[in-house]
């Protein structure tokens, strides 16, 4: 079924309500996602993105609800992720002769995808494509989230098609953003913004002004993922000027594996130490939370706790998902720290604390280890560490 935003200009994409797991299994997609796919209709007809293969045949059915996809003159690929040109061959095969227009680095991404030698035609920043009563403006958005991501403008609807920012992985029955529960659709553009485009910050605050500092009138953000942003738009752009500054509550966050509950009760002294010095904290048990849930409450936080025994004379694996995603994530403004229990060879905190050190985040202070399970002195240290913390916290 379609949606018309404005006169002519129609959501023809998929909700995906059943999707628990995107990138493969990489990110987690609690509440399902919905891939965008708009289509224009003017004296020439066009269609900006496709949808994952698996729904192909209801982009078609959309589109048909409209206009006959072999009357397609344009296909704009915004960016060429499978989410989004995964339909582009079905929709090619019924409009061989359509434009794809594509950024510098789409056509790369593009070919590389479907290797297929379509009708390519390479836009850049400020290009326009009259299609009738409507100029289409391009503005290339690198980064967010790849390299060859451009963002539609369709002026004179005011149109922002965005692409993969300000996107959420969200199904829900309406469309809008004044139509569904505001507290999911935060939590689920938060959760994208942490999990997928912090590495990226420097670049969306760049963005942002550039895009800002062409006072193009916007009344609609149509995002390639989730509810499109009809009610205030700008609101999802500020706070994206918000999240780009990563200025992390006063709070902490633990996160940690045991085998026999040794690192576990170490974990609890700790924010035992932080609840002294005020300071709200949140535990997570690595190996039964969802790493990309974990990764958004670290986003907001400052400091960031890791525990683990010593096993093997590493780390337990549950672990080591987390603090590669620290190091690729690239967060800023963190501290952190390091505890564990250990038998006899102990290493798990100077590895953690040199992995931290890596990503970046400086330790607050030397971490705490146990040896065997923690008498009461070892937890009053762990006690003494969380108010080390949390005393850094506040400053
Ligand atoms: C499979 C296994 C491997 C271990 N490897 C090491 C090790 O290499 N070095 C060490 O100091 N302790 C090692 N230990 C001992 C644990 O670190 C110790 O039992 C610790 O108290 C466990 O803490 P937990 O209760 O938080 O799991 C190992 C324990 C197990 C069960
Ligand atoms: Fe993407
Ligand atoms: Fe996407």
Redesign the pocket.
């Known amino acids: 079924m379609i949606t018309e935003l404005k006169r002519g200009v129609f959501w023809v994409g998929a909700v995906d309500w059943a999707l628990r797991h995107f990138h493969g299994h990489e990110l987690s997609t609690h509440r399902g996602s919905a891939y965008n796919a708009y289509l224009i209709t003017d004296e020439k007809n066009v269609l900006i993105d496709t949808v994952w293969a698996p729904f192909q045949e209801q982009l078609l059915a959309n589109i048909r609800e409209v206009i006959d996809p072999a009357k397609l003159d344009i296909i704009i690929v915004n960016h060429a992720e499978t989410d989004h040109s995964g339909s582009l061959p079905a929709v090619m095969r019924l409009a061989p002769n359509a434009t794809v227009v594509v950024s510098k680095r789409g056509r790369e991404s593009t070919e590389g995808h479907h290797h297929q030698a379509w009708n390519y035609k390479v836009v850049q920043t400020g290009d326009r494509i009259n299609i009738g009563k409507r100029d289409l403006v391009f503005i290339e958005a690198p980064m967010l989230h790849w390299p060859d991501n451009m963002f539609t403008y369709v002026a004179g609807d005011n149109i922002l098609m965005s692409s993969d920012a300000f996107g959420q992985h969200y199904a829900t029955a309406s469309h809008f953003n004044d139509e569904v529960d505001q507290q999911a659709l935060f939590q689920e553009a938060l959760k994208y913004y942490a999990n997928i485009l912090t590495p990226f910050s420097n670049m969306v605050a760049r963005k942002i002004d550039e895009v800002l500092a062409l006072k193009l009138p916007v009344d609609i953000i149509a995002p390639s993922h989730g509810i499109i942003w009809r009610k205030d738009p700008l609101q999802i752009v500020k706070k994206y000027q918000e999240w780009a500054a990563q200025v992390p509550e006063k709070s902490a966050v633990i996160v ?9 009760l ?1 974990a609890e002294a700790i924010g035992e130490g932080l609840t002294e010095e005020q300071v709200p904290y949140k535990i997570f048990y690595a190996p039964v939370s969802d790493r990309n849930d974990v990764i958004t409450e670290i986003f907001k936080t400052r400091a960031v706790i890791i525990g ?7 780390l ?1 694996p549950s672990i080591m998902p987390l603090l590669e995603d620290l190091k690729g994530l690239k967060f800023q403004n963190k501290i952190g720290g390091a505890f ?9 905190v100077k590895i953690i604390q040199e992995i931290l050190a890596n990503c970046k985040i400086p330790i607050v202070t030397e971490g705490v280890r ?4 923690p008498i009461a002195e070892d937890l009053a240290k762990c006690r003494q560490f969380g108010k080390t913390v949390g005393q850094a916290v506040k400053k």
Do not use: C, H, I, V
């Open positions: 940690y594996d045991t085998m026999w509950e040794a690192t576990r170490m683990s025994p010593t096993f093997n004379q590493g337990l564990g229990s250990y038998g006899w060879s102990g290493e798990s146990a040896k065997w399970q």
